[in-house]
Nanobody, 118 residues
Framework: QAQLVESGGGLVQPGGSLRLSCLAS????????LGWYRQAPGKQRELVAT???????NYADSVKGRFTISRDNARNSVYLQMNSLKSEDTAVYYC????????????WGQGTQVTVSS
């Protein structure tokens, strides 16, 4: 069964850093585009960053210059390095994998909590 598992969330002070990881299993990882999304209380889930099969990246304006998404196909993992964190970054962060080759697929992790507070 395909599975995405996030880790690395926690409590951090404003201006601090955190690195999120997402480990995928039972999928042909290299065929998938990957992304990080987040959902704050009372708000809709929003895109944070994406990375394609060929390492093209895209970021939400709110995190551009502060966050970096990367992938390691050998480890079936995608990462989100978060620097200069702000209180408005507080949310549950979700990992996503989607495939557009062959049969279309979309998978989501269960999320990891990131809280930015002093």
């Amino acid at each position: 069964q395909a599975q995405l598992v996030e880790s690395g969330g926690g409590l951090v002070q404003p201006g601090g850093s955190l690195r999120l990881s997402c480990l995928a299993s039972e999928i042909a990882f290299s065929l998938y585009n990957l992304g990080w999304y987040r959902q704050a209380p009372g708000k809709q889930r929003e895109l944070v960053a994406t990375i394609t099969r060929d390492d093209t990246t895209n970021y939400a304006d709110s995190v551009k210059g502060r966050f970096t998404i990367s992938r390691d196909n050998a480890r079936n993992s995608v990462y989100l390095q978060m620097n200069s964190l702000k209180s408005e970054d507080t949310a549950v962060y979700y990992c996503n994998a989607n495939k557009r080759i062959g049969i279309t697929r979309d998978y989501w992790g269960q999320g990891t909590q990131v809280t930015v507070s002093s």
